[in-house]
């Protein structure tokens, strides 16, 4: 049974970092894509970023991400840890949300990131 994990979300003002992170258990981790997704409040889910499956991030696995966090947002992987991770950085208002991963079509329970001054 594969269980994703979440964490690293929190408050933190505008112009702020956060870090999440997605450990990924009971499946072969390195051979799926994995991606972020996030829901704001009376908001559909919407895609963040994905990468690829295979290697880890410093050989290039190839990523994409969403134009409104491309240039701010950076996905990673770390196939050791079967772990996945989101660095944000200049965070606004606008990506309050609930964030998810999914893996091979699983989803983790999200961890809430929180942009207010």
């Known amino acids: 049974q594969v269980q994703l994990v979440e964490s690293g979300g929190g408050l933190v003002q505008p112009g702020g970092s956060l870090r999440l992170s997605c450990v990924v258990s009971?499946?072969?981790?390195?051979?799926?894509?994995v991606a972020w997704y996030r829901q704001a409040p009376e908001k559909e889910r919407e895609f963040v970023a994905v990468i690829d499956s295979g290697s880890n991030t410093k050989s290039g696995s190839s990523t994409n991400y969403a134009d409104s966090v491309r240039g701010r947002f950076a996905i990673s992987r770390d196939n050791a840890k079967n772990t996945v991770y989101l660095q944000m950085n200049s965070l606004k208002p606008e990506d309050t949300a609930v964030y998810y991963c999914?893996?091979?079509?699983?989803w983790g329970q999200g961890t809430q990131v929180t942009v207010s001054s």
């Open positions: 009971g499946s072969i981790f390195r051979i799926y894509r």
């Open positions: 999914n893996f091979n079509g699983n």
